[in-house]
């Protein structure tokens, strides 16, 4: 008897980006093994010089890999004087 | 114009301070020329008579602990900072930093309180246009606490048209 072909769907993942104050959360739809670079990219985020982007609140790098639920964040100091 | 009501005691919090602190607060947009302070978190690293800052590791954060415990932080949009002994105006450096806020933020909401209870406040729209709006804070700056839902309540009934904002919020008449 043939053995049928097993298809096996595409794991998605999602993940929270928080860009700056005010109402800039959202989530992005990826496919799993996607990094840091390719969450901001879907999510349409870009960094400006100054701004840190942190991943579940530690420093990552934009290679490093996603995992679903995974919260990046984006924010700058803020000084006054 | 945009006017601006404290409702947080954020006012009352920032006289105990002759050093700059600094922070966040959340503002509720009750109509498009009204805005209220709701709530407010001092958040600065570094507290000085004329610098104060706070660390983008406490940004982040902060606002990880609320995103992870499923809190609303769409509203929390303003930049609040003292300046201890010196009055309140907006300095280049504010300015700039204002300007360095990241790439996502839609609009800004930046209040100065400074020296003889002064105060001045400026809203910054990023996206989709940038523009640069004074705000003016009315009246005296509310003490005593309430919840949103109180505080709606009493900014819905009809003090506006009566020209009395205070009345109808605590009771005892406005500025």
Redesign the interface.
């Known amino acids: 008897m043939e053995r049928g072909v097993i298809r096996v769907a595409r794991k998605r993942i999602a993940v929270?980006i928080?860009?700056?104050?005010?109402?800039?959360?959202k989530s992005v739809i990826l496919k799993k093994g996607a990094t840091v670079e390719e969450a901001l990219e879907a999510g349409g985020?870009?960094?400006?010089d100054?701004?840190?982007v942190?991943l579940?609140?530690d420093t990552t790098s934009m290679s490093e890999e996603v995992e679903d639920g995974d919260?990046i964040?984006?924010?700058?100091?803020?000084?006054?004087? | 114009m945009i006017n601006l009501i404290d409702l947080s005691g954020l006012s009352k919090f920032v006289k105990r301070f002759d050093k700059e602190i600094s922070g966040l607060a959340s503002v509720v947009v009750l109509n498009p020329n009204l805005l209220l302070i709701d709530k407010y978190w001092m958040l600065n690293n570094i507290s000085k008579p004329s610098f104060t800052e706070i660390s983008s590791e406490a940004l982040h954060k902060f606002f990880l602990e609320k995103i992870k415990k499923n809190e609303d932080v769409s509203n929390i949009r303003c930049w609040w900072h003292t300046h201890g002994r010196m009055s309140a105006f907006f300095s280049s450096w504010d300015l700039n930093t204002i300007e360095e806020f990241p790439d996502g933020t839609d609009w800004l909401l930046s209040v100065v309180f400074g020296n003889h209870n002064s105060v001045e406040a400026r809203l910054d729209m990023f996206k989709p246009l940038r523009v640069e709006v004074p705000v003016r804070v009315v009246g005296r700056f509310l003490e005593k606490e309430y919840n949103v839902i109180d505080r709606v309540t009493a900014l819905d009934v009809s003090w506006w048209k009566e020209g009395s904002l205070f009345k109808a919020i605590d009771g005892k008449g406005g500025d």
């Open positions: 929270i928080k860009d700056g104050v005010g109402d800039t959360k985020n870009t960094i400006k100054g701004s840190e942190r579940n609140g919260i964040t984006i924010f700058s100091k803020i000084s006054g004087a």
